[in-house]
């Protein structure tokens, strides 16, 4: 999720967000040759760690959906080589004087696969499908900032009360709630892709196989075997068609870094992430490309069981965490450890760095932890902790820093976990449901801003999965969302990640990046440090 603007820090793409894992499959041609094509053709073989979730803009929020739709499909923006919205669908737009009403005039040229016009009524017909409280989708909170949006989601609005207004069938009027600085970024996420609203209309599983599937971006869906590959081909009716060099992109689903790594050794990949062990010999490399991505690795905890309602003990394990050698010796990669929860690069008015600003808030103090600790305790009356289990997803870096934790927790404080690990789908729903006592979480930022992180946590959001709730906390995400001056509006959000820190339903550990080995003669492989990833420009010789 989702979403001053950036630096910034760490992963996109292949290191998780709400943290994903997949099945084990080759992604090699099969015998019947529906694999990569042959000939001079280029096409780039990347990994996709595992089976997109799903290819609806409104309901595929994960990166193993998103990063391959961001290349099937195009909104009214479109961030740029220098990570900020350039015109794609709309060409152009006007903004009303107190910034609240947006009028995108769209391409004459910009056409659906298969044929089709892309009109004002393909978003309309997307954005209140993403808002409509029936659809469920996870990402629906990002259509909050339009007018009515939030009503509308909540069950207590409808249709005609959102401010999105077809003027004729190339002019698009949004309406907002409030001023909002860094709208046009929003709409570069997916969750505002248009949809052809004939082609949903008559079939609304459109999205499920290559052979119904109708986008609007740089590539063609020409292929999918499910829970195996994907195959693209350049889409030549898209507007900007001349820009993409690639004829295509073959895309395999193996959900194991040495696995990737070890087909990249053969050729077989393009790209692929470094296996932690590998880290001291690669990482320095000519081909490592590394960016910057704002997000965050952290451990929810779960404020409803024993014994983290107690605020205390919650602090205890978090200072207990030493977040510097998780970073260096176990994730490696050159990745930052985390001190607080907003990622560095994001900059207020007067250019200082959030991070910068707000200093360390969560910082290792194996002393400090042990008297919270025995503080804890004895609030509750324990002679001994009820018994806690870490629970993570299934993947072999997050069993190391559940593992180094786990360490941690019996060294530094005297506390034995047992962990558990479940399947990414398994996990979720656990974690949704509050099943977990202390569990992994991933966030990667839907939109280039701090407010997009520290909304998650106000109480009902679906990203919050804790069980807490704070009044004072969720009074100032308000006012972090609607304030028009910038400096007041940066002052609340400061607060909020203070009071955060003082009530610790969550603890911080690193930051990520994005970090990826290429193949001779790859080039511009486009990776956001806020957004997808975009293979429109991307080359191989």
């Given at each position: 999720m989702k979403k001053g603007l950036l630096y910034l820090m760490g992963v996109l793409?292949?290191?998780?967000?709400?943290?994903?894992?997949?099945?084990?499959?080759?992604?090699?041609?099969?015998?019947?040759?529906?694999?990569?094509?042959?000939?001079?053709?280029?096409?780039?073989?990347?990994?996709?760690g595992e089976e997109p979730t799903s290819f609806d803009p409104a309901i595929g929020f994960d990166n193993v959906s998103w990063n391959a739709l961001n290349n099937?499909?195009?909104?009214?923006?479109?961030?740029?080589?220098?990570?900020?919205?350039?015109?794609?669908?709309?060409?152009?737009?006007?903004?009303?004087?107190?910034?609240?009403?947006?009028?995108?005039?769209?391409?004459?040229?910009?056409?659906?696969?298969?044929?089709?016009?892309?009109?004002?009524?393909?978003?309309?017909?997307?954005?209140?499908?993403?808002?409509?409280?029936?659809?469920?989708?996870?990402?629906?909170?990002?259509?909050?900032?339009?007018?009515?949006?939030?009503?509308?989601?909540?069950?207590?609005?409808?249709?005609?009360?959102?401010?999105?207004?077809?003027?004729?069938?190339k002019t698009l009027e949004v309406e907002l709630e409030n001023p909002t600085g860094f709208f046009l970024h929003v709409l570069t996420n997916p969750a505002f892709f248009p949809v052809n609203h004939q082609v949903a209309a008559e079939n609304p599983e459109w999205h499920t196989e290559a052979e119904s599937f109708v986008g609007n971006g740089p590539f063609k869906l020409e292929f999918w075997e499910h829970d195996n590959e994907m195959i693209f081909t350049k889409n030549d009716v898209y507007w900007d068609a001349d820009s993409v060099s690639l004829d295509g992109v073959h895309w395999a689903m193996v959900n194991d870094t040495n696995t990737e790594y070890q087909m990249f050794e053969r050729g077989e990949l393009d790209s692929a992430q470094i296996p932690a062990e590998l880290s001291d010999q690669i990482i320095d490399g000519d081909n490592v490309q590394i960016v910057d991505q704002g997000g965050l690795e952290f451990f929810r905890f779960n404020v409803t069981e024993e014994p983290f309602q107690n605020k205390h003990i919650r602090k205890a394990f978090a200072l207990a965490v030493d977040q510097d050698n998780i970073a260096e010796y176990v994730v490696k990669n050159k990745v930052k450890p985390a001190y607080g929860y907003i990622s560095p690069g994001f900059t207020n008015p007067s250019s200082e760095d959030f991070r910068d600003v707000n200093g360390d808030l969560v910082s290792f103090d194996p002393e400090e932890a042990k008297q919270l600790l025995e503080k804890g305790m004895k609030e509750e009356g324990y002679d001994e902790l009820p018994t806690v289990t870490l629970s993570y997803n299934t993947s072999d870096l997050n069993k190391e820093v559940a593992e180094a934790i786990q360490g941690m927790l019996s060294e530094n404080i005297g506390v034995d976990v047992e962990l558990e690990n479940t399947e990414w789908n398994v996990f979720l729903e656990d974690q949704k449901a509050l099943n977990h006592q202390l569990s992994r979480s991933s966030f990667l930022y839907d939109y280039a801003d701090p407010v997009n992180f520290l909304e998650s946590f106000i109480t009902g959001s679906y990203m919050n999965r804790t069980g807490w709730s704070n009044e004072q906390y969720d009074k100032l995400i308000v006012h972090a969302k609607s304030q028009a001056d910038e400096a007041k509006r940066w002052e609340y959000m400061y607060e909020a990640e203070k009071l955060l820190a003082e009530e610790m339903p969550l603890f911080p550990v690193r930051y990520y990046n994005q970090v990826e080995v290429l193949q001779e003669g790859v080039t511009n492989i486009l990776r956001h440090p806020v957004g997808y990833l975009d293979l429109k420009y991307a080359d191989k010789q």
């Open positions: 793409v292949f290191l998780v967000l709400a943290a994903c894992t997949a099945n084990e499959s080759t992604g090699t041609e099969d015998e019947n040759g529906e694999g990569e094509k042959a000939g001079d053709e280029k096409i780039l073989q990347l990994n996709n099937l499909m195009e909104g009214l923006t479109r961030l740029g080589e220098d990570h900020t919205p350039q015109p794609a669908v709309a060409e152009k737009w006007d903004v009303s004087e107190d910034g609240t009403t947006y009028t995108f005039y769209l391409r004459e040229d910009a056409n659906w696969s298969n044929g089709d016009p892309v009109v004002a009524e393909d978003f309309i017909y997307a954005w209140e499908r993403l808002l409509n409280p029936e659809t469920g989708s996870s990402a629906g909170f990002l259509g909050y900032f339009i007018k009515g949006g939030e009503a509308f989601n909540s069950g207590e609005g409808s249709t005609e009360d959102l401010g999105i207004t077809a003027v004729d069938e």
